[in-house]
Every structure is written in C-alpha cells, then in structure tokens.
C-alpha cells in the first residue's frame, strides 16, 4: 500500500511529533512514578534504624542523597512502561491502526517512540559520569556514621608490601611483609583511617600501627644501584595520631603513641582514591582509569570492569526495553487491555534486572568476559522484541 503521508511532509512532520510526544509525557510519568515509590519505600525502611545518634533528619539527608542512585536505576524499567502505557493510549483509540492503514511502517513508529528514549539515555549517562561519584560518597558518609549496626562490610583498600632492610654493603635483605589497610581517600591526596600490620618472614606478627589519618606530603624518585633516576616515584603521606604496637618474643608487648610517621606506596593519591572507592561510587571516566591503573600492576578488579561495562551499556538496555515495550503493542498482546500490557512491562523489567544481576554474579565467580555477559541479556531483550515486532508485519 502507498503511504498517504508520501506528497505530505510535513502532515508526517505532525504524526511523528504527535507520536514521540505521547510516548516521551509517558516515560517521564513512569520513571518518576518508580522514582518516587523508590523513595517512599527507602523512607520507611529507614524509619527501623532510626536512634539518637541516627536521626529523622539524617536519614532524609541520606535518602536525599541516594535519590540520583535510584533513579539511575529506574531509567530502563521506567523507559519500558512508559513506552507501553505511550503506545498503548493509542492503540486503544485505533489511533496506531490509522497510521499503519496509512501506510506508516511498523519501525518508523518505534523509530520515532526510541527517539524521546534517547532523553534518558543522556541522563543515564550524566547520572552516573557527574552526579553518582559525589552523591554516593555523601550518602556513605551518612551511612558510616551510624554506628549502631554490628554488621560491617568490606571496603578501602587492602595489600601485603614486601618489606625490606637495607645493610650496610647497601644490599637490601628481605624483611617479611606489610599488610595495608586504607579506609579511603578523596582526589586532594586526604586519606583516613590507616592500619598496618609488620610479619617478619616467618609470618610471626612483629608489630601493629593505627593512625586517624594522613596527608600527602609529596614523591621521591626512585635510584638503581649505581645512583641514577629508575623513572619510578615514591609517594609518601604523613600519618597523624599514630599508635604503634610492638610485639617482641615470647608474646610480649608494648604501646606507643606517636605524633606522626611516613606512609609510603608506588602510586600516586588519584589511584589511592580509585582503589579506595566501591565500584558503583565511580564515574565512567574513573572506571577506566582504574582498569588501566590495574592493567599496569599486573592484575585486573572484575568487579569494577562489570561496574564500567553495565554504565557504558547502559544506554543498549534502555533502546532494547524500549524495543520489547514496542513488541507488546504491535505484537501478541496487541488484542489485550492497557492493564494486561503494563504487568507484563513491569514482570519483564524485573526479569531483565534479575537477568542482569546473575549474568554479573556469574562473570565474577567465573571469570567470562564481563562485557560479553552485560551484552547478553541486552542482545536478548532486542532480540525478542524484533522477532515479537516481524511476526506481526
């Protein structure tokens, strides 16, 4: 069938904008609508830990904080029951069965429903790379300073250092090891809480060091043996309120309190603050960086190649849920009510985050690609929704 639309230009200039509107009104109410429950529900379960150390006020603070997180990680379902309620209004005023008998194409129209998609995708982007960073770390401040819970979680940064002891012939001699705990560090080289722990080369635990915190205090170039620059720094930080615990023999022990002490690493305090920050707390950009700062040690963080992978395909989820939004209208479940549509929407977005979640689990405790396994369950999605789409055509 020729188009109608064919010799009017501009009257398909109109249907399009009449299309992209609808479904971009409706994708905006779905995500705040999910936002917006996300934020109830984070209110109410906050109301259990509640205490006079952690307030009303406190826990408003952090959920404010957290809000930027939650809506990040409603985009993708919101974008896909938005894009079913948008379709799914015309549809139920024969609105969609005039522009196909007009001779409007099946794709043109998810062409033009993917398009105020596009809105989100940038904003999914922006979240993650300029907001994320900075809110997560407020909410963790918040989170930390609750210490009423007994449970803990692993976070900072831990390594085992060599150690060595210089001789007087300038030959340096192995000295057991230095186990390294950092809570964290910010990008002006601050650190907090350190703990340091000396085993001697039996293992035997020699002595123990607290310190509140550091301050970087500069790099030393590092010499060979006959006196020239190796092209390698040393990084050092200057500890404050030091308690130093020494162990000698026959279990015998004895503490001190120092004003300060040196703290030395091989990198510089921007890897400091990327090794010290939970995946999830870090943008795109910083994401790389990491990955590139543990391809030049040798060694690779799996989790933070999963965290990088799902933020830069981000914007794939949200285009193939869209795409399944889409299937729904025009394909098996076009016969069916506007309400049938939007629980199956919502059951297949919290089956495509659960899929998410396992393909994550399973590339950590397997180690398969992380980017192959973030890009199933997306290629799978679209998959469905085209072949769902073509058998209507």
Known sequence: ??????????????????????????????????WALQLVFSYLSELDSLDDSYTMGEAIKYIFYRS???????IPTGALLGAVVGLGLLANKSELVVMRAAGVSIYRIVGWVLQPALIFVLMALAINQFVLPHSNQLADQINDA????????????????????????????????DILYI?????????????RWHLDNDGNLKSAIHAEGGRYSGRQSLETADGTSSGQ????????????????????????????????????????????????????????EHRQFMRGQGNRSLEHELAFWQKLLSPLSILSLVIVACSFVFGSLRTHSLGLRIVVALLFGLLFSYVQ???????????????????????????????LIKRQM
Request: aromatic share 12%; no cysteine; glycine share 6%.
């Open 1 to 34: 069938m020729r188009s109608l639309f064919t010799n009017k230009p501009s009257s398909l200039k109109v249907l399009a904008r009449y299309v992209k509107t609808n479904a971009l009104l409706a994708i905006i109410a779905a995500v705040i609508g999910l």
């Open 68 to 74: 930027p997180y939650f809506l990040e990680q409603f």
């Open 146 to 177: 609750d210490s009423s819970s007994l449970v803990t979680s692993v976070r900072g940064y831990w390594t085992v250092q060599p150690r060595f002891e210089n001789a007087e012939n300038g030959s340096a001699t192995p000295d057991g090891s």
């Open 183 to 195: 809570d964290y560090a910010d990008v002006q080289g601050n650190i907090g809480e350190v703990k």
């Open 233 to 288: 720094y040393r990084y050092d930080w200057q500890l404050n309120n030091m308690i130093k615990l020494n162990i000698n023999q026959g279990f015998e022990s004895s503490q001190a309190v120092a004003p300060s002490d040196t703290l030395s690493l091989p990198f510089a305090p921007e890897s400091v603050y990327l090794l010290t920050r939970k995946a999830e707390d870090l943008s795109l950009t910083q994401l790389f």
């Open 357 to 387: 979640d396992l393909v994550g689990f399973v590339s950590l405790a397997t180690g398969f690609s992380p980017m192959l396994m973030v890009l199933l369950p997306i290629i799978g999605s679209a998959a469905l929704g085209f072949y």
